[in-house]
């Protein structure tokens, strides 16, 4: 059914009580008034019939029947009414009228009979002589104490009951106007009940729409002041509880946004309740349009879908792991929990994603350091332990065997030191890096590449190669001036290693608004482009074979990264095969001072 407003509902309720007990009192006053018009037109008839009995009394005897008709007529006019003259036989001895002789015996009315009985009779019928309805009354004619007659009059019916609902329509008009005042009396009073009750429900709106501060006022009815009141209370608690819920929710979206670790929440039905920046990054999805949908529509990933399932099944605490490969291969370890309401039902389930790349790296970074760390150390020794063997059983009384032996020996000690002594300065770097002991001092570019180029000069020479060298010597920056030039010499050796004879090498060093940039340039076999990217990992060798027959200890590009490292640098390669590598330092300029000078070259 169609709702209705209150106002409507008790409006009409109002106006039927208020016009049935109008129409029920309208009823009984017109039956009132005519009943007692009635009475009173009766009255009135036997007021006019007792003056007239006596005049017709005493000339009921001595008049002829004529003149008893004349003198009918006569009253009759004078008093608005039928006068009838009945005999007590019931013969009608004169009329004003009627002609009484062709009129019937009216013994049989009733009030005829009660008229002869000596009392005033009365009643109301259907004439058929006058075809219409009358009202009789009629009263007994005395002579010497003896009813001699009865006179009677009449008057029309009609005339009674026009007069009758002349009053009726007088009473209808006025019971109407009262209908009218009693029904904007009934709107009155129905708004008045319905305006407090109207202005709850718009603040029960306002509530709703989350208008918490406005207050209802308070009704001088009981029930509404109450119910308002109450209203008042419960918008307080309501403001009070959403303004806890908001800071809470804002301190843990704080807490997940500020997490590195990925959260994901769903429901029992595998659909994203919520999840932080963090896990968006991971799996590269909008965080806003992730949030409602199924997991497998949003994360394409079969393991963590799994997962997902796992959780939901076994409602327990679970550890797992996944990769990614949309970008480089990431390791990420999954810990997950089911979710649960205040009444212990399952709800859905909560993951947390670790990012655990960098130390999965460190994991195969410390394998494979401790694999190529036992395999240099082995190979020499191997080496070692095999000619003393050899000499302890009898080349040692071969004098150029031995000799030969021995100096094989020394080259094996000098690698084996050479690697320790690559291993420790490593160590030593990582330390000092760790504990920011690493001095750095202003100082000029130029004079550690002079000494980095005098210390590689046997080398270079014995392969007939030239080294040019650009720099400003004004360039000046805050460096460890034996540590840089450590790292230098480990480039041009390797430059020079990978080199042909004859070749030149080439240093220059530039001043950018934010960095000093040494970049060293060789003509050498040039690094394939897959393994640019490993080049300064620890015992990370290109050709392995031939880095060994060399010397290499496969620790020089991993020094050279750790010592750019401590200088808050950076430090990049770019080659061609069979055309040269470019190996670049780039150290932070801070605050730089520069003089003009010629740029030399040795």
């Given at each position: 059914m169609p709702?209705?407003?209150?106002?409507?509902?008790?409006?009409p309720?109002?106006?039927?009580?208020a016009?049935?007990s109008?129409?029920?009192?309208?009823?009984?006053?017109t039956?009132?008034?005519?009943?007692?018009?009635?009475?009173?037109r009766?009255?009135?008839?036997e007021?006019?019939?007792k003056l007239?009995?006596?005049?017709i009394?005493?000339?009921l005897?001595?008049e002829?029947t004529e003149?008893?008709?004349?003198?009918?007529?006569q009253?009759g006019a004078?008093a608005s009414?039928?006068?009838?003259i009945?005999l007590?036989?019931g013969t009608?001895?004169?009329?004003s009228?009627?002609?009484?002789e062709?009129?019937?015996?009216?013994a049989?009315?009733p009030?005829v009979?009660?008229?002869l009985?000596g009392q005033?009779g009365n009643?109301?019928?259907y004439?058929y002589t006058l075809?219409?309805?009358?009202?009789?009354?009629?009263?007994?004619?005395?002579?010497?104490?003896?009813?001699a007659?009865?006179?009677?009059?009449?008057v029309?019916?009609?005339n009674i009951r026009?007069a009758?609902r002349?009053?009726y329509?007088?009473?209808?008009?006025?019971?109407?106007?009262?209908g009218?005042?009693v029904?904007?009396?009934s709107?009155?009073a129905?708004r008045?009940v319905?305006?407090?009750v109207?202005?709850l429900?718009?603040g029960?709106?306002?509530?709703?729409?989350?208008?918490?501060?406005t207050?209802?006022?308070?009704s001088?009815?009981?029930e509404?002041g109450?119910?308002?009141n109450?209203m008042?209370?419960?918008?307080?608690q309501l403001?009070?509880r959403i303004?806890?819920?908001?800071r809470?929710?804002?301190e843990l979206?704080?807490?997940?946004s500020?997490?590195v670790?990925?959260?994901?929440?769903?429901?029992s039905?595998?659909?994203?309740i919520?999840?932080?920046?963090?896990?968006?990054?991971i799996f590269?999805?909008?965080?806003e349009?992730a949030?409602?949908r199924?997991i497998h529509e949003?994360f394409?990933?079969?393991?963590l879908?799994?997962?997902?399932?796992s959780?939901?099944?076994t409602?327990?605490?679970?550890?797992?792991?996944?990769?990614?490969?949309?970008?480089a291969e990431?390791h990420?370890q999954?810990?997950?929990?089911a979710?649960?309401d205040a009444?212990g039902?399952?709800?859905g389930?909560?993951?947390?994603?670790?990012?655990i790349?960098?130390l999965?790296k460190?994991e195969?970074?410390?394998?494979?350091?401790?694999?190529?760390?036992s395999?240099?150390?082995?190979?020499?020794i191997?080496?070692?332990?095999?000619y003393?063997e050899t000499?302890?059983?009898?080349?040692?009384?071969d004098?150029?065997?031995?000799?030969k032996f021995?100096g094989i020996?020394?080259?094996?000690a000098?690698?084996?030191t050479?690697l320790i002594?690559?291993?420790l300065?490593l160590s030593r770097?990582e330390q000092?890096?760790?504990q920011a002991?690493?001095?750095?001092e202003f100082?000029p570019i130029?004079?550690?590449i002079e000494r980095?180029v005098?210390a590689?000069?046997?080398?270079?020479?014995a392969k007939?190669?030239?080294?040019?060298v650009t720099c400003?010597?004004?360039?000046?920056?805050?460096?460890?001036?034996p540590?840089?030039?450590?790292a230098?010499?480990n480039?041009?050796?390797n430059?020079?290693k990978?080199?042909?004879e004859?070749?030149?090498i080439?240093?220059e060093?530039?001043?950018e608004?934010?960095?000093?940039l040494?970049?060293?340039?060789?003509?050498g076999c040039?690094?394939e482009?897959?393994h640019?990217?490993?080049?300064f990992?620890?015992?990370?060798?290109?050709?392995?074979?031939r880095?060994?027959?060399l010397?290499?200890?496969g620790?020089?590009?991993a020094?050279?990264?750790h010592?750019?490292r401590?200088?808050?640098g950076?430090?990049s390669?770019?080659?061609i095969?069979?055309?040269?590598?470019?190996?670049r330092i780039?150290?932070p300029?801070?605050?730089?001072?520069e003089?003009?000078a010629?740029p030399?070259?040795?």
């Amino acid at each position: 059914m169609p709702r209705k407003r209150l106002i409507w509902q008790i409006f009409p309720l109002f106006v039927f009580v208020a016009a049935g007990s109008l129409v029920l009192a309208a009823f009984y006053a017109t039956q009132t008034v005519g009943q007692i018009y009635q009475s009173q037109r009766r009255a009135e008839l036997e007021a006019r019939a007792k003056l007239i009995a006596p005049v017709i009394s005493g000339a009921l005897y001595t008049e002829s029947t004529e003149d008893l008709n004349e003198l009918c007529a006569q009253l009759g006019a004078a008093a608005s009414a039928r006068v009838t003259i009945i005999l007590p036989s019931g013969t009608v001895l004169a009329d004003s009228a009627h002609d009484s002789e062709t009129m019937d015996n009216h013994a049989d009315r009733p009030e005829v009979i009660e008229a002869l009985s000596g009392q005033s009779g009365n009643s109301t019928r259907y004439s058929y002589t006058l075809r219409t309805d009358l009202t009789y009354v009629a009263l007994p004619i005395y002579q010497k104490e003896e009813i001699a007659g009865v006179v009677r009059i009449a008057v029309p019916e009609p005339n009674i009951r026009s007069a009758i609902r002349s009053t009726y329509v007088e009473v209808a008009t006025g019971i109407a106007l009262v209908g009218l005042v009693v029904a904007a009396l009934s709107l009155i009073a129905t708004r008045s009940v319905t305006r407090p009750v109207d202005l709850l429900r718009r603040g029960a709106e306002r509530f709703a729409n989350g208008d918490l501060a406005t207050r209802l006022v308070v009704s001088n009815t009981v029930e509404l002041g109450l119910l308002a009141n109450t209203m008042n209370t419960m918008a307080v608690q309501l403001e009070d509880r959403i303004h806890t819920v908001e800071r809470h929710r804002n301190e843990l979206q704080a807490v997940l946004s500020s997490m590195v670790e990925g959260v994901i929440a769903f429901d029992s039905d595998e659909r994203v309740i919520s999840l932080n920046q963090a896990a968006a990054d991971i799996f590269n999805v909008p965080q806003e349009q992730a949030v409602g949908r199924v997991i497998h529509e949003v994360f394409r990933n079969v393991d963590l879908q799994r997962f997902v399932a796992s959780i939901l099944a076994t409602g327990g605490s679970q550890i797992g792991s996944i990769v990614l490969k949309h970008r480089a291969e990431e390791h990420l370890q999954l810990q997950g929990a089911a979710l649960h309401d205040a009444q212990g039902k399952r709800i859905g389930g909560l993951i947390v994603l670790h990012d655990i790349t960098r130390l999965h790296k460190l994991e195969t970074a410390r394998r494979d350091f401790v694999s190529n760390v036992s395999h240099e150390l082995k190979t020499p020794i191997t080496a070692i332990k095999g000619y003393v063997e050899t000499l302890l059983d009898g080349a040692l009384d071969d004098p150029e065997a031995s000799r030969k032996f021995l100096g094989i020996i020394g080259k094996q000690a000098e690698r084996l030191t050479a690697l320790i002594e690559d291993l420790l300065r490593l160590s030593r770097l990582e330390q000092d890096a760790e504990q920011a002991r690493l001095p750095l001092e202003f100082g000029p570019i130029r004079d550690v590449i002079e000494r980095a180029v005098q210390a590689c000069d046997p080398t270079i020479a014995a392969k007939r190669m030239n080294v040019q060298v650009t720099c400003d010597p004004g360039i000046r920056t805050r460096i460890n001036a034996p540590l840089l030039q450590l790292a230098i010499e480990n480039l041009l050796e390797n430059a020079t290693k990978y080199s042909e004879e004859g070749t030149n090498i080439r240093i220059e060093v530039n001043r950018e608004p934010q960095n000093v940039l040494i970049a060293i340039t060789d003509q050498g076999c040039g690094i394939e482009q897959e393994h640019l990217t490993r080049i300064f990992e620890r015992f990370y060798r290109v050709d392995k074979a031939r880095s060994r027959k060399l010397g290499g200890t496969g620790l020089g590009l991993a020094i050279v990264k750790h010592i750019v490292r401590v200088h808050g640098g950076q430090v990049s390669v770019d080659s061609i095969p069979n055309k040269g590598s470019t190996f670049r330092i780039s150290l932070p300029a801070g605050t730089v001072a520069e003089t003009s000078a010629n740029p030399g070259s040795n």
